[in-house]
């Protein structure tokens, strides 16, 4: 499984960005795919996931209403729409994968096997 995560960016406060995740090697329906962040000095922390095969995504609270995750089955693509952008969600954010054959959509880091690179999302106050 190979993850390709890309559109971070420099934002100012209110803004919006949209990150995408590419993913390739398998098919992804037995698949979670999530995003996580990690801001300079703090533990990575979970955004938001969507199991491929359907269902209602999974949102931390500190985005709930602002971000929404979404993915295109046609170019195996998910995507992390960000708005109202705060200071705060300045960060790496990551796109990962979870195999959960079973549909649940998991939340937490040690569930995810599959990692892309980053992109670096800055939001200016």
């Known amino acids: 499984v190979q993850l390709q995560a890309s559109g971070g960016g420099l934002v100012q406060a209110g803004g919006s960005l949209r990150l995408s995740c590419s993913a390739s090697?398998?098919?992804?329906?037995?698949?979670?795919l999530g995003w996580f962040r990690q801001a300079t000095g703090k533990e990575r922390e979970f955004v938001a996931a969507?199991?491929?095969?359907?269902?209602?995504?999974y949102y931390a609270d500190s985005v709930k209403g602002r971000f929404t995750i979404s993915r295109d089955y046609a170019k195996n693509t998910v995507y992390l729409r960000m708005n109202s952008l705060k200071p705060e969600d300045t960060a790496v954010y990551y796109c990962?994968?979870?195999?959960?054959?079973?549909?649940?959509?998991?939340?937490?880091?040690?569930?995810?096997?599959?990692w892309g690179q980053g992109t670096l999302v800055t939001v200016s106050s």
């Open positions: 990962a994968a979870a195999r959960r054959g079973d549909g649940v959509v998991v939340t937490t880091l040690e569930w995810y096997n599959y």
């Open positions: 090697g398998r098919a992804f329906s037995t698949y979670v």
């Open positions: 969507l199991h491929w095969s359907g269902g209602s995504p």
